[in-house]
């Protein structure tokens, strides 16, 4: 007997950690009383109530833990949590477009040639001496069609059509791009601007009172933090939804496009949300419906591995487009290396961070012209900061000229020989010829 409720009360102890961890997990408001109830049916075993003690001692009445549990409402938060994905997508997909890729393609027709007609001789002469050669098939060029080549995402940032999109989407010159709403509309797409070293590119076409996006701020992204991604996935499925988190900032990868341009973007977010080809340019979102991304690359080879140019840096090129109709890079004008340990030991360097300017097989490593000509920064030099930060793979002088504007003022502390000085360098705009540093 004393087992019996030994292994009884053991039980209900534990049903109620349970019950305590549940509420501590899931943010529920267990009703007090039932727990109360719980811890009457606990003390009733313990010590037995008068009425207990007159029936048989071999018989032990136990309160059913069903009707207890039964009454615990579901997980709120999760429904809640499910509405907030459903609204996001029901207010954004009228946003987000289709982009369609069109060109003129040749059109081959297969004939079949006999080769005596190349030996120039008369139909009677090769007739007289049975010259029947086989036949040849081979293929001749018929006109050309305008065929879909390929197709992308975007989306409309400005109720009078302007859209943002991925510069390796909308970037060949003899292409079409029919741009297609979520409402079956379709427009002819003109691009306004590709972005000289970033994948941003504006488009426009003819429409107004459109919906459009919010931007949001992706410099106070976090870890774990929802993700929603919406785009034209295999350009064939139009407003693809996924979701996922954020799983990662800052990247840096090397991107390839299918016509082998190879670039290298910096300071990417990367989430699991799944990102397919066709939807490069389409828009990340967060749970408010904000846009905290561009979607550009995926990793090859790997499962869940999407990057996302931060939407932070597409917010001056909108503008720029939008007042100036051409979008403005601020520039700096230095080629280098990021130290670290390995470079740090290869090049016998004083510091394991900073950025080494070094040419390499270039032939100048200071852009004639440029801020940091002016203000006589030299080869070897290393600037161990900007701004007050210090300068490592996570914080390049790539990305901090990134998000600065042409004419703002950075201030570097720069080590030459031994010594350590301050100087102050104003941005430039990248010119059109050059790549920038």
């Known amino acids: 007997m004393n087992n019996r409720?030994?292994?009884?009360t053991i039980t209900l102890i534990s049903f109620l950690f349970l019950v305590l961890n549940l509420n501590l997990v899931y943010g529920q408001n267990v009703q007090e009383s039932k727990i109360e109830q719980l811890l009457n049916t606990l003390k009733r075993i313990v010590k037995p109530n008068e009425q207990t003690k007159t029936k048989d001692k071999t018989e032990i009445t136990v309160e059913s833990t069903e009707s207890f549990f039964s009454n615990i409402p579901l997980y709120k938060p999760v429904v809640d949590y499910e509405k907030a994905i459903i609204n996001v997508v029901e207010r954004a997909s009228p946003a987000v477009v289709s982009i369609v890729i069109s060109k003129d393609v040749p059109v081959f027709e297969q004939v079949y040639l006999n080769p005596s007609d190349n030996l120039g001789l008369p139909p009677e002469f090769r007739e007289f001496f049975q010259l029947?050669?086989?036949q040849i098939p081979q293929l001749k060029q018929k006109g050309t069609e305008k065929k879909k080549i390929g197709g992308g995402t975007g989306f409309i940032v400005t109720s009078d059509g302007m859209i943002l999109t991925n510069k390796h989407v909308v970037s060949d010159k003899d292409a079409e791009y029919t741009i297609f709403l979520n409402n079956g509309q379709k427009f002819n797409g003109k691009v306004l601007a590709l972005h000289p070293t970033d994948d941003l590119a504006i488009v426009k076409i003819e429409a107004k009172n459109l919906s459009y996006l919010y931007l949001g701020n992706s410099d106070d992204l976090k870890l774990g933090q929802t993700a929603i991604a919406i785009g034209n996935a295999l350009g064939e499925f139009q407003n693809t939804v996924s979701v996922g988190v954020i799983s990662g900032l800052k990247r840096s990868v090397i991107a390839s496009d299918s016509d082998g341009t190879v670039e290298k973007l910096d300071g990417l977010i990367q989430t699991d949300a799944a990102i397919n080809p066709g939807n490069s340019g389409g828009p990340l979102l967060n749970l408010r419906g904000e846009v905290i991304g561009i979607n550009t690359a995926i990793a090859e080879g790997a499962q869940s591995i999407g990057f996302t140019i931060p939407i932070n840096r597409a917010k001056k090129t909108i503008n720029d487009v939008k007042?100036?109709?051409?979008?403005?890079?601020?520039?700096?004008?230095v080629k280098y290396i990021l130290i670290d340990e390995e470079v740090q030991k290869k090049f016998k360097l004083p510091f394991n961070y900073g950025a080494y300017i070094y040419s390499g097989e270039s032939r100048n490593s200071i852009v004639s012209g440029s801020p940091a000509e002016k203000i006589k920064l030299k080869e070897k030099d290393i600037i161990l900061e900007v701004d007050?930060?210090?300068?490592?793979?996570?914080?390049?002088?790539?990305?901090?000229?990134?998000?600065?504007?042409?004419?703002?003022?950075?201030?570097?502390?720069?080590?030459?020989?031994?010594?350590?000085?301050?100087?102050?360098?104003?941005?430039?705009?990248?010119?059109s010829n050059l790549p920038q540093q």
Request: charged letters at 20%.
């Open 132 to 134: 029947d050669f086989p």
């Open 5 to 8: 409720k030994k292994l009884l």
């Open 388 to 431: 007050g930060k210090k300068i490592n793979s996570q914080n390049s002088i790539s990305q901090i000229v990134t998000g600065k504007n042409v004419g703002q003022k950075l201030i570097l502390k720069v080590w030459r020989e031994g010594k350590i000085f301050i100087v102050e360098a104003v941005l430039g705009s990248l010119p």
């Open 323 to 333: 007042y100036t109709g051409a979008i403005k890079v601020p520039f700096l004008g």
